[in-house]
């Protein structure tokens, strides 16, 4: 089962600020991973695939990147809206594995 | 617009089973691979299970192998998740996912809201 770590736990940060976040697997997925954003009380909502790829209606302030073992999810000006947690996700082998998530809330 | 809506979840005791149901609108079912994603509160996200379109091949983790069985109805726009022997250990919501249509990819773009299921005594 391929493992996926990510870093940090919880990330602080101030609205109009940039966050980077990350995702590191323990063997090679490839391109094959996605990001997904919970809000409190809601459910996963897909934001990247293909480790770069937008999905509909993401905004542009969402951006991807990484392949093989190490990925990059950021958020160029963090809005109010943006402030949840973030699971990465390898589909590249069975079983599809998630990172642990990273809690960005307000500093 | 798709929606998932989950239900069939509640308490029941160690040992004991359960039915969850999935209804599905807004996009054609039956052409689509369904998955099942758990969560315990507060947790991370934990891949359960796996069908094809009409239900021919599926695929579980281990952790659930041999006690769920994932099953479709495509007459009726409904996935299910057949819990038998439950563990305390699989206290959870439950989330049915359509997996994407983009070929050889399999992550999950649509997600329900979850049902909660507790294993407690």
């Known amino acids: 089962e391929i493992v996926m770590t990510q870093s940090p736990a919880t990330l602080s940060v101030s609205p109009g600020e940039r966050a980077t976040l990350s995702c590191r697997a323990s063997?090679?997925?490839?391109?094959?991973l996605a990001w997904y954003q919970q809000k409190p009380g809601q459910a996963p909502r897909l934001l990247i695939y293909g480790a770069s790829t937008r999905a509909t209606g993401i905004p542009a302030r969402f951006s991807a990147s990484g392949s093989g073992t190490e990925f990059t999810l950021t958020i160029s000006s963090l809005q109010s809206e943006d402030f949840a947690v973030y699971y990465c996700q390898q589909y590249n082998n069975w079983p599809l594995t998630f990172g642990g998530g990273i809690k960005v809330d307000i500093k | 617009e798709v929606q998932l809506v989950e239900s069939g979840g509640g308490l029941v005791q160690p040992g004991g089973s359960l039915r969850l149901s999935c209804a599905a609108s807004?996009?054609?079912?039956?052409?689509?691979?369904m998955h099942w994603v758990r969560q315990v509160p507060g947790k991370g996200l934990v891949w359960v299970s796996r069908i094809k379109t009409d239900g021919s091949d599926t695929r579980y983790a281990d952790s659930v192998k041999g006690r769920f069985t994932i099953s479709r109805d495509n007459a009726k726009n409904t996935l299910y998740l057949q819990m038998n022997s439950l563990r305390v250990e699989d206290t959870a919501m439950y989330y049915c996912?359509?997996?994407?249509?983009?070929?050889?990819?399999?992550?999950?773009?649509?997600w329900g809201q979850g049902t909660l299921v507790t294993v407690s005594s």
């Open positions: 996912a359509r997996e994407t249509a983009v070929p050889g990819t399999y992550y999950e773009d649509y």
């Open positions: 807004g996009f054609t079912f039956s052409s689509y691979w």
């Open positions: 063997q090679s997925v490839s391109s094959n």
